[in-house]
């Protein structure tokens, strides 16, 4: 690390057991160096994306133009394009974090690229889509993202019995964690008793973090209109369901990998779970920039956060060990919630349905986009032969080793 960088809030943060991911991915932050620079620095140990970053990539300006002129020109489907850019990107971020993830022996310098969100409630076609991504990344430390819904929970176990590193994503509820880390630890015991190595896989388990305050500050404000509960309770829960929520979530996992069960898979060389913290830029800009960031410290912890979350926390973070702080609290906060009527069962059921809804609009849109100006390049004609050539000589070839995998027929049917 850097000397100008050695007593920032992040190398603090880290010295503490947690680390930071960049929640973004462009193809100028690769190409440009920027990337490489973030985790020279030590600012940044992991990315993550998902179809909303993309889409975000993709659809501004024309950065992926010469890459896509080709693809347009050869005849290729929006949906091919997609894929093709994407993967691409991933290779070049996994490439920049190998050495990292080589010199903390597979603790950090993952990359994160999802399956698509079409699938989520199909667990058959998830496994097939982690099983392709997994095979055409062909990094060791790339992650592949399969959202915690109920069809999700039974792909996440057989990923992981088959060697699949899984960033398991869109997880709101207490209940669904501990479905998650199940999930995860029964997928290595199987692996155990097949007999193959569990010291390679690696997962994390992303808990979103401010769509809860977002949805659940939304109600309170209704009920303070409607003077339907006390002002003073319903003012005292406002930005705080999101924050306890995470912290009951952490408890939960301390208890799972600290008990005899997981102690055995340690035994094999099995790696935690580490909790991830998705979603933690500010929405309320009522609330601290960095409050998603300062208040979810902990030992084996992960935040993943976007660029200008993180250049806030450079500045002005506070990184202290805060995930057990005031646990009692926590678990009042979420009791006082359900005493004024919102039940977090609720809550998370919808926030769950929703997330998987933004990412197949997401998805979607930037498939549209990238039709459109596909279209408009068949019609210029403006790739040559020889680029069409080269184009198709450098990704036709490309072949990725085959990966051995250990299938079972029913694992999306057994309970």
Known sequence: ???????????????????????????????????????????????TSNPTIFEQAISEGDLYAPSMRPMAVDGWTAERIFDALALEDIREATSVLLPLYEATNGGDGF?????????????EATLHEARRLWTEVNRPNVMIKIPATQAGVPAIEQAIFEGININVTLIFSLQRYAEVIDA?????????????????????????????????????????????????????????????????????????????????????GARVQRPLWASTSTKNPTYPDTYYVDNLI????????????????????????????DLADARGHIDALDSIGISMKTVTDELEQEGVEKFARSYASVLKTIAKRAEKLRKAGSASSNQRLDFSWRVLLYVPPPIYLYKSPNFCDHD
């Not at 990359?111 to 667990?123: M, T, Y």
């Open 111 to 123: 990359v994160s690229i999802e399956v698509s969100p079409e699938l989520a409630s199909d667990c």
């Open 298 to 325: 902990g030992l084996q912890t992960v935040n993943t956060i976007p660029p200008e979350t993180l250049e806030a926390f450079i500045d002005h973070g506070v990184a202290d060990l805060t995930l057990e702080r």
């Open 184 to 268: 995860y630890q029964r997928g290595l015991e199987r692996r155990a008793e097949q007999g193959q190595s569990l010291d390679h896989v690696a997962s994390v388990a992303s808990f979103f973090i401010s769509r809860v305050d977002t949805k659940v500050d939304a109600m309170l404000e209704e009920m303070l209109r409607n003077k339907s509960a006390s002002a003073e309770r319903v003012t005292a829960l406002t930005g705080k369901i999101a924050i306890a929520n995470a912290k009951l979530a952490y408890a939960q996992f301390k208890g799972a990998f600290g008990g005899p069960r997981f102690e055995n898979l340690q035994q094999h």
């Open 1 to 47: 690390m850097n000397p100008e960088t050695a007593m920032t809030p992040i190398s603090r943060l880290h010295e503490l057991g947690q680390s930071i991911w960049l929640d973004f991915i462009r193809r100028d932050l690769l190409r440009s160096g920027e990337l490489e620079r973030m985790v020279a620095d030590g600012h940044v140990r992991g990315v």
